[in-house]
Structures are given as structure tokens and as C-alpha cells.
Nanobody
Framework: EVQLVESGGGLVQPGGSTRLSCAAS????????MTWVRRVPEKGLERVST????????TYADSVKGRFTISRDNAKSTLYLQMNSLKPEDTAEYYC?????????WGQGTQVTVSS
């Protein structure tokens, strides 16, 4: 059974940093690209960042480019999102997502709130 479990969210002050993790199980993590997506109330879903299987190719939404860094540790089957210079508009529920055998899987999400 594919499982994705996010952690690392919480309350962060503007300008602060935090790192999200996504622990994957139930599939060969190193064989699949991964994605971070966020849900902002009243704005819907936004694809934040993607990473290929080897971690050598990444993409970012314009809204986070230069501030967020996606990475992965295939030995630990874990995906990361380092979030720096956080802004109130980064407040959202963050999800990791994987497409395995034609099916899309989501984690349960982790809330990041950027506020003073």
C-alpha cells in the first residue's frame, strides 16, 4: 500500500524557515518523480515544486522560486522541502504527491502558517 506521510509544518514567523518531510512507503521511491503541492483557502491547489527520480532536475512555481528547495533522499525514501524567507502568503496545507502505476497518491498534508 502506497503511503505518504508529511511532517514539519507549524507556525513560522515571516522571514523564517522550516523544512517539510514526506516519508514514502509501499513503492520503490527511487523510481518515481515527486511533487509538493499546497492548498490555499479560497485559492485552490498550487503545484509548488517537482523533482525527478535522481534529484537532478527540479521545477518551482514562480511564487517560491529562489526561496524553496526541493530534495530527496532515495536511501531513506524521503522527500524534503526547505522553505526559507517565508511570507504570509505561503500559509497553506502542504502535500506531497506521487504518481505510481497510473494512480495519484497524496499524503495527509501538513499545515504551514506564516504569521507574527
Amino acid at each position: 500500500e502506497v503511503q505518504l506521510v508529511e511532517s514539519g509544518g507549524g507556525l513560522v514567523q515571516p522571514g523564517g524557515s522550516t523544512r517539510l518531510s514526506c516519508a514514502a512507503s509501499g513503492f520503490i521511491f527511487s523510481n518515481y518523480g515527486m511533487t509538493w503541492v499546497r492548498r490555499v483557502p479560497e485559492k485552490g491547489l498550487e503545484r509548488v515544486s517537482t523533482i525527478d527520480i535522481g534529484g537532478n532536475s527540479t521545477t518551482y512555481a514562480d511564487s517560491v522560486k529562489g526561496r524553496f528547495t526541493i530534495s530527496r533522499d532515495n536511501a531513506k525514501s524521503t522527500l524534503y522541502l526547505q522553505m526559507n524567507s517565508l511570507k504570509p502568503e505561503d500559509t497553506a496545507e502542504y502535500y506531497c504527491r506521487a504518481q505510481v502505476a497510473g494512480r495519484v497518491y497524496w499524503g495527509q498534508g501538513t499545515q504551514v502558517t506564516v504569521s507574527s
